[in-house]
């Protein structure tokens, strides 16, 4: 009897490690997971505060590669994104503190996909479309950010990407520059939002 009791425990012991070690699922508005291959809006939380996410330039005559910005109307939801996380599971489920790529779908730019890429220039941390996917590793560190609870409901969305144990990356929350274009920045002020199936 003792022995069944103690592998009983063993076995309760071992799924609450590995149920307290996994990440949460992310949710969309609807309050279902959030699923690779699927397409989403990225829209913030508060009204009045700008729209979804889209791509646009950012330096005059430039249309390669286009930044991510944010709308200027909330009335528009941007663009539809996919997340592709680092590790595909069998359920596709989108995890809180994961690495994902983040990708326009069907959006083609400078002959490529159009892929988040973190990007610094002249002092500013922004960024553009020319990131890639998958191969995490050193040479595609710019490529990775993650998605975090912040405030109830709501998310952020945050680079400090994990794909490499000997790099350290410059790590901080996305926000919005509060400029004529609303590009997507590291900012001390995260932007909240949250995911609308397209």
Request: hydrophobic share 35%; proline share 6%.
């Amino acid at each position: 009897m003792k022995k069944i009791s103690f592998f009983v425990f063993i076995v309760f012991s071992t799924l609450s490690i590995s149920s307290a070690q996994t990440s949460s699922a992310v949710l969309d508005i609807d309050r279902n997971f959030l699923k690779s291959g699927l397409s989403y809006y990225i829209v913030p939380v508060i009204h009045g505060r700008g729209g979804g996410i889209t791509l646009a330039p950012t330096v005059i005559n430039r249309t390669c590669p286009l930044d991510v910005v944010q709308e200027n109307s909330d009335a528009k939801n941007g663009l539809p994104l996919t997340f592709i996380p680092v590790n595909t599971s069998a359920d596709g489920i989108i995890r809180e503190s994961t690495d994902v790529n983040i990708q326009f779908p069907g959006v083609t730019v400078c002959g490529q996909p159009a892929v988040w890429r973190f990007e610094v220039m002249n002092g500013q941390y922004y960024f553009s479309s020319r990131g890639t996917v998958g191969n995490p590793g050193r040479s595609t560190l710019f490529n990775w950010l993650k998605i975090e609870k912040y405030g109830g409901n709501s998310y952020k969305l945050v680079y400090c990407p994990s794909v490499c144990d000997t790099c350290n990356p410059i790590c901080g929350d996305i926000g919005v520059a509060r400029n004529e274009r609303r590009s997507v920045i590291i900012s001390k002020e995260p932007l909240m939002v949250m995911f609308k199936k397209a």
